[in-house]
């Protein structure tokens, strides 16, 4: 899954307001590297970040969503909360919410992605963006998340979302600390008994620079394809990454390897 960040703020790739063209031009980028899924987000989440207006987040998202959805050929996955985004681009095509509050950001949320039919991706975090990384203190983080997850999973079920239609991530980094993060990874594998795809956002995070002394995001490359390597020995099946040729080429090894005699 290929990052597209429309934000005049993404922590790794921000700084620029992405125009219309930057953003055409890099999902197309992204697509020839080898991205399966294309994930596209107009608000920022990290740490800190404030939230955006629906209208601000559609006025981002529309026009890229109009001029990629016919240039590009994978499946586009939407990052937003809002039950209003989800619906607008739902009907230009694109069929994955990935919603880092698990669908509890807005009560229409759920509602809306089950009359849809959508997919969804519910992803573990504390608190919001905004207030987070003041909420990392576990008991015991592997425990948590995967009774969140399930108690999520249970919310959308019931609320008319189908199961084949849900992927779960653990939120690294998000209301998490270096070892919270270090240990989610270490025993990935045991969110397996939830019994879904899981998905795997490691890709220049804070906790690469933390163990690797890269201080900057886009030095963080290559300590973001060894953690997504360990993900996926550990069962991810989808990695949110925004350096998909590299990322590919060290998945083709993993996958001949691990399809291997
Ligand atoms: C994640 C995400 C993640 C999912 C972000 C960043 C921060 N969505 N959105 N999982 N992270 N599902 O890209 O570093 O880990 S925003």
Redesign the pocket.
Known sequence: MG?L?ITPD???DGGEAMGVDAAVARAHALWQAGADIL?I?AE???PGSLPVSEEEELHRLLPVLEAVADRISIPISV?TSKAGVMRAAWGLGVGLF???TALRGDPLALPTAAELGASV?L?HMRGRPRDMQQLTHYEDVLTEVRDFLAERIDACVRGGIARERI?I?P????AKDLSDNLTLLRHLDALSELGLPI???????AMIGAITGAGLAKDRVMGSVAAALWALGKGAVIL?V?DVAETVQAVRIWGALAYAR
């Open positions: 990052i960040n993404s922590f790794s994930d987000g920022s989440t990290r990052d990935n919603d880092i991706c992803m992927v991530d939120g690294f980094g998000f998905l795997a956002g490691l890709s220049r995070k949110r925004h």
